[in-house]
């Protein structure tokens, strides 16, 4: 799937290789970072924000599960029904699944996005995982942050941070749904229709 | 009060759908009148949507808050239980204000006209109208007096599409081996039967355009006097003979007999209500005839009349899906006809 005709592409951030390396690295944060459990698999689980936190997140399971050897359970949220520009956009996005696969009760949490912008999202994702059940803890795991946040949300685990503009976008592009592994910094129809935070 | 002059000029009956801006996974349409005028890609983007809606019923908190804010108006004009109350949990589960009319011991029954009564609730900034009405076209009426989006839930003997849809929502849920697209909203190769009285039935009437437009194969049984006279535009077999009917259908759609619309006897349309059973009634033997036939019926079933007791109480009875996929679907139209375009 080509990049929207609307996108003017400014910069390549990342080739494949430079995706794989920063997945690599987060994978291993995040062992390191919850080492301290006695049962990681009991306790531990990723959840992968649609559309492309969800392919992140299964790919850093993957990963942990050759590092450590330890499958961990993995869900995916879907966080639409909980946004708060219902009023500004011109039409209601898509609702895709919300599959959580495990009791999220006193579970500690990954949150898996792609890109963090304003932190509306996550927002939107902290609630929607709050009426799921109540976690022992969320940690939140940003492939990119853009900056320019409206919200007070801080990213536990960044992959890279890129200073943007707001009339400028990034697109994450995973081989799963786009048959490439890319980051590109464009300058976007700013709807945010391709899998960045939008608003 | 209100700031457009109520002469100004009249939209189609039923609004050309908007072609501009218009993207995949979305509605074209900023009311749901019907389905005669929803394409196949609208009505699965309803399922789909219906779908994701129905696993949130399933959850410990049953509520989400993306209608937080929008004040709904259920303005039921015809006594109604079922579909008043599956709308009004539909907008609580989406966190809408909810606001319940009915006609009895309002002021309709002192002489206010529909208009009136429409433009008068929308005076207190309300957003969207849910509206049950005897009369056919009462909701494209009303998309011309006010300014919020309608959602017809039954007007007449012309259109139910609500209903139509959680019906359609509950065929795709069947587990049917000879039909592997079903779950993805493929009817093609689909055979349903409607059974009953189909010349005056918003729920018969509705289901065909959704079934035609999926693609499935749609029959109509019953007495002729029940039959519409116009079933050969709508793409439609009729018959007159229950086993007609069912050899080689997959779901059988009983409809109500509407007794206090046209009854028995000599003024009705057959001569006696065991007459009816013998001949269109669904029995255990039909069940035993047919071992892959489901039985589907909108309610409230008159046990006995259209489908005898044990059928109804059957295992291939999904009757109480299709409640249950009422709330889902009517969660689903709400959410994709509320967008912020639409409210202003």
Redesign the interface.
């Given at each position: 799937m080509p990049l929207p005709a609307t996108d003017t592409v400014k910069a390549q951030l990342m080739g494949a290789a430079d995706v794989d390396r920063t997945l690599n690295r987060l994978s291993r944060q995040i062992v390191e970072h919850l080492d301290d459990e006695a049962e990681p698999a009991e306790r531990l689980a990723l959840v992968g924000m649609q559309t492309r936190g969800v392919h992140l997140a299964r790919r850093l399971r993957d990963k942990i599960e050759a590092i450590e050897g330890v499958r961990l359970p993995f869900g995916v949220l879907?966080a639409?029904?909980?946004?708060d520009?219902?009023?500004?956009?011109?039409?209601?996005?898509?609702?895709?699944?919300?599959?959580i696969p495990f009791d999220v009760y006193d579970r500690r949490l990954v949150l898996v996005d792609d890109v963090i912008y304003t932190g509306r999202s996550t927002r939107a994702a902290l609630?929607?995982l709050m009426?799921?059940?109540r976690p022992a803890s969320v940690r939140f795991l940003a492939f990119i942050d853009r900056g320019l946040r409206e919200l007070p949300v801080c990213p536990d685990f960044i992959g890279r941070t890129v200073p943007t503009a707001p009339g400028e976008e990034v697109r994450v592009r995973l081989s799963e749904i786009d048959g490439e592994d890319a980051v590109y910094l464009v300058a976007g129809s700013g709807y945010g229709v391709q899998g960045t935070e939008g608003a | 009060m209100q700031t457009d002059s109520p002469n100004k000029p009249v939209e189609a009956l039923n609004p050309e759908p908007s072609t501009q801006?218009h993207?995949p996974?979305?509605?074209k349409h900023r009311h749901l009148l019907g389905l005669a005028d929803y394409d196949a890609d609208e009505i699965r983007?309803i399922l789909?949507?219906a779908r994701?809606?129905k696993?949130?019923l399933e959850?410990?908190?049953k509520?989400?808050?993306?209608?937080?804010?929008v004040t709904v108006v259920n303005l039921f004009f015809e006594a109604s239980t079922r579909t008043r109350i599956s709308f009004e949990l539909a907008e609580k589960r989406?966190s809408a204000e909810v606001v319940n009319f009915s006609a009895s011991g309002s002021s309709v029954s002192k002489g206010e006209t529909l208009k009136d009564t429409a433009r008068n609730i929308e005076a207190m900034k309300t957003d969207v109208v849910i509206i049950r009405h005897s009369s056919p076209g009462a909701p494209h009426f009303l998309t011309r007096c006010i300014r919020g989006v309608v959602i017809n839930a039954g007007d007449g003997a012309h259109e139910h599409p609500t209903q139509a849809l959680l019906d359609l929502l509950t065929m795709a849920e069947l587990e049917l081996p000879k039909q592997p697209g079903l779950a993805d909203f493929d009817f093609a190769g689909l055979n349903v039967s409607i059974l009953g009285d189909v010349a005056h039935s918003r729920v018969a009437r509705s289901n065909i355009y959704g079934l035609k437009a999926l693609g499935a194969e749609v029959t109509l049984c019953g007495p002729r006097t029940m039959l519409p006279v116009e079933a050969e535009t709508l793409g439609v077999r009729v018959t007159d003979r229950l086993d007609d009917a069912l050899d080689g259908c997959d779901v059988a759609m009983a409809l109500r007999i509407q007794l206090e619309r046209q009854g028995a006897g000599p003024t009705g349309l057959f001569p006696s209500l065991r007459e009816y059973h013998d001949r269109f009634g669904i029995r255990l033997e039909h069940l035993d005839r047919y071992p892959d036939l489901r039985i589907m019926h909108p309610g409230p079933v008159n046990r006995g009349v259209e489908l005898a007791s044990e059928v109804v109480d059957h295992e291939r009875a999904v009757i109480l899906d299709q409640v249950t996929n009422g709330v889902a679907v009517r969660m689903?139209v709400l959410?994709?006809l509320?967008?912020?375009?639409t409210?202003e």
């Open positions: 879907d639409t029904l909980y946004r520009d219902f009023r500004q956009r011109l039409r209601q996005p898509a609702v895709q699944p919300t599959d609630d929607a009426d799921l059940g | 801006n993207q996974g979305t509605l983007l789909q949507t994701e809606m696993a949130i959850r410990p908190i509520r989400v808050p993306s209608l937080r804010g989406l689903a959410y994709l509320s967008g912020g375009s409210l």
